[in-house]
């Protein structure tokens, strides 16, 4: 059986688990075109363009997916060190798949991104670009390498939130006032999370001399950033009527001033998986094929892990994730 899931090492190069998030704000992007037509009312979704055209979706959901991959693999490649110190992300790390593969996996994985994006609209092209830029060079890659600095990284990872929902927006949408103004409060959710997860790798962080936001600030106020960004993601959800960003960020308030209390590891995993699987169930309610991607790769994750290196995860224990 193991040998039959090595081959899969190449596909979970890409984090596949990490497509979760990226796939919700998308498909939120998508979702807020129609719930702004309607008054950003509880909408009746649909989702595709106007004229009920469903081409650029699947054609932009495919590019910025497969884009996002090339990303993660680009981080892992510039992470291995901290990757070894906090026990995650081993592929690379453990040798499983070489460095030069894994370039060149990058590589042609990007190429089919970009080319795909040609068949959707020159607004997504435009966002495609800027995203690799600065999720890809800017964030991973010397000498910028904001990913190892606390500001830097923040602004980075509330960039993609943006751009993220862009992509989503522009897959169905025209750019407006409008996609700028719904995509806030996702803004502030996804910069919520962020903080936690930097909690989360602050001693490997250390030790591999990134100088994270909670490494540079501590736990505490680092969970103070999060429950402050989570409330305005609140307020931005209540004042545009996003029902789907304003509920999960409501009950992760309260989850993440109870950390205040209990900050261990055990909670502080379980609480910062808990928003994304939120949001992520509220927006597949109006998108439910969407379903079937979540469990999907869920279950084939939980296969693979168990089989190739005998863990369990997608978990929500930590100490029995990657």
Known sequence: MKSLAKPFDYIFLLRPVLFYPVWTVFLAGAVSVHGASQGYGW??????????????????????????????????LTDIGSDKQNSKLFLIADGHISTETAVWEGVIILVV???ISLKTSGWFVLVWFFSFLILGVVYSLPPFLWKDRPIEGLTVNLFGGMTTFFAGWLS??????????????YIFAVGSVYFLTTVLDANGDLHSHKITFAV??????????AILFDSIAIILGFLTHDWIVFIPALVSYFLFVFLIFKSNDLWLNRITRLPIL?????????FPIYFIGIFGIFFVSKWYYHVRFGLNYPSLNPSQSN
């Open 278 to 286: 939120l949001l992520t169930l509220m927006v597949a309610f109006y």
């Open 113 to 115: 991104s970009f080319l």
């Open 43 to 76: 909408p009746q979704f649909k989702i595709g363009a106007p004229d009920g055209s469903w081409g650029n979706f699947w054609w932009a959901l495919v590019s910025y997916s497969l884009l996002m991959g090339t990303v993660f693999i680009l981080n892992q």
């Open 172 to 185: 169905v949408g025209n750019p407006s006032g409008a996609m700028v103004f719904c995509s806030l409060p």
């Open 216 to 225: 540079r600030y501590g736990k505490q106020a680092t969970i103070r950033m």
